[in-house]
């Protein structure tokens, strides 16, 4: 049974950095792609990058960097110089595929986790 499980997310101030994490279990990740999403209130959700079964990352966002831990079967998403705008719910997701080609569609993902919460303001 595919799970995920973010965490990592938190109350920031501007200009901030924060690495978010999501632990994945039922499949590997050197098998699948799996990417990380947002939702901000209001608004579509939205990917943010990908990372294949072979480790190439796609990413939407420069600020975002994606990258994981075979070991511990986790991905990562640094964020880096975060705006007010960045708020929004953070989820990790994978269609169980190889390729990332599908990510920019979101309804096409198959397991999505819970989400974690990302807040920038001053």
């Known amino acids: 049974q595919v799970q995920l499980v973010e965490s990592g997310g938190a109350l920031m101030q501007p200009g901030g950095s924060l690495r978010l994490s999501c632990a994945a279990s039922g499949f590997t990740l050197t098998s699948y792609s799996i990417g990380w999403f947002r939702q901000a209130p209001g608004k579509e959700r939205e990917v943010l990058s990908c990372?294949?079964?072979?480790g190439r990352s796609t990413y939407y966002v420069d600020r975002f960097t994606i990258s994981r831990n075979n070991a511990e079967n986790t991905v990562y998403l640094e964020m880096s110089s975060l705006k007010p705008e960045d708020t929004a719910v953070y989820y990790c997701a994978t269609n169980r595929k190889t390729s990332c080609l599908d990510y920019a569609s979101p309804n096409r993902m198959k397991y999505w986790g819970e989400g974690t919460v990302v807040t920038v303001s001053s």
């Open positions: 990372i294949n079964y072979n």
